[in-house]
């Protein structure tokens, strides 16, 4: 039955206007950089976060770090059709020569660029350092059922995030966090609070951990 669910939440993902509008946008702007088809969107990583959000139906998600907003529209799409739950975005636009990521980002494009108006309802994109925006961000919305890491991968940012957002995770939120091989901060983390974790085969680099050992799918 699950397995059922997840098929049927896949092809649902693969069948939206939305994707494909924005992948054509994004494969405009970035020209031969980007996918050729729309099939390397829907890969592992991005079927996770619609799929997870479809399933666990969170009322507030956080994330840091978007670039283009691939992750951010997936997340908005799910909230959209559960017609419940926003989400909170925190991003430090590139500079030339400092962090940059044209090869996602264009230079003098807005972060979340691949994200449509008609999903915006749903979205707070913050503008500025996560080391200055997190915690205020967390602060103000108290409880989180999702939090998303993917921005700056280094091990001492990657455990501070993840340090900062579990105590505002709800009794049954997940922590997720993207690039986990760079370094062993998702490894130790999950060690020092002691809950089992989540790697699927097909997205290596993606780990998950739930505040709560028994949280499941609703």
């Known amino acids: 039955q699950q397995a059922s669910r997840l098929s049927r939440q896949e092809e649902e993902l693969r069948q939206t206007n939305v994707l494909r509008a924005s ?7 970035l020209g031969h950089q980007a996918a050729p088809t729309l099939e390397p969107v ?3 990583t991005n079927l996770w976060c619609y799929v997870a959000m479809r399933l666990l139906k969170p009322t507030t998600v956080v994330e ?18 559960n017609q419940h739950g926003s989400l909170y975005t ?20 807005s972060a979340g ?27 103000r919305v108290r409880s989180i059922d999702v939090f998303h890491h ?8 990657m455990m501070w995030e993840y340090t900062s ?32 974790f989540i790697i699927h085969r097909s997205s290596i680099n993606m780990g998950a951990v739930a505040r709560h050992p028994a949280t499941s799918y609703r």
């Not at 992948?23 to 702007?29: G, L, N, T």
């Not at 840091?64 to 059709?81: D, Q």
């Not at 925190?90 to 494009?109: K, N, R, Y």
């Open 113 to 139: 660029f691949c994200v449509p108006e008609a999903l915006r309802g749903r979205w707070t994109l913050i503008r500025g350092d996560v080391r200055q925006e997190l915690l205020p961000l967390l602060e």
């Open 150 to 157: 993917d921005s700056d991968h280094s091990y001492e940012h």
């Open 64 to 81: 840091t770090g978007c670039a283009a907003g691939w992750s951010s529209l997936l997340f908005l799409l799910a909230l959209e059709r």
């Open 42 to 44: 829907v890969n592992a």
């Open 90 to 109: 925190i991003d430090l636009p590139p500079v030339a020569g400092q962090l940059s990521m044209a090869w996602s980002l264009p230079e003098g494009v």
């Open 165 to 196: 957002a579990w105590p505002h995770l709800s009794p049954h939120g997940i922590l997720v966090s993207d690039d986990i091989g760079w370094n062993t901060a998702f490894w130790d983390f999950t060690t020092a609070v002691r809950r089992p």
């Open 23 to 29: 992948a054509e946008r994004y494969r405009a702007m």
